[in-house]
């Protein structure tokens, strides 16, 4: 059974950083991609980033580079997202995904997904 997990969610003031983690479990993902994505209440989901497992070459959404970072720990089977200097607009559930179309994920097109990990910016 394919499970992504993720955790590291939680409250922090503006300005702060969080590292969130997916653990994926179930089956080989060196084939896969990687993804983060958001919701904010009453708002579309947004595409944060996604990195190759094999390779680890990454994509970011342009409004986020430079405050967020995607990576992989192989030993783990475990995704990152690193994310610094927190705004409240950050706000969202966090999620992560996974399928073989690296670009695809860019597109909301995946295969698995996990439940998500809330994370909350106060100002």
């Known amino acids: 059974q394919v499970q992504l997990v993720e955790s590291g969610g939680g409250l922090v003031q503006a300005g702060g950083s969080l590292r969130l983690s997916c653990a994926a479990s179930g089956r080989s993902f060196s084939s896969y991609a990687m993804a983060w994505y958001r919701q904010a209440p009453g708002k579309e989901r947004e595409f944060v980033a996604a990195?190759?497992?094999?390779?680890?070459?990454?994509y970011f959404a342009d409004s986020l580079k430079g405050r967020f970072t995607i990576s992989i720990d192989n030993a783990k089977n475990t995704v990152y997202l690193q994310m610094n200097s927190l705004k409240p607009e950050d706000t969202a559930v966090y999620y992560c995904?996974?399928?073989?179309?690296?670009?695809?994920?860019?597109?909301?097109?995946?295969?698995?997904r996990g439940q998500g990990t809330q994370v909350t910016v106060s100002s």
């Open positions: 990195i190759r497992w094999r390779g680890g070459s990454m």
């Open positions: 995904a996974a399928d073989r179309d690296y670009y695809g994920l860019g597109s909301y097109e995946y295969q698995y």
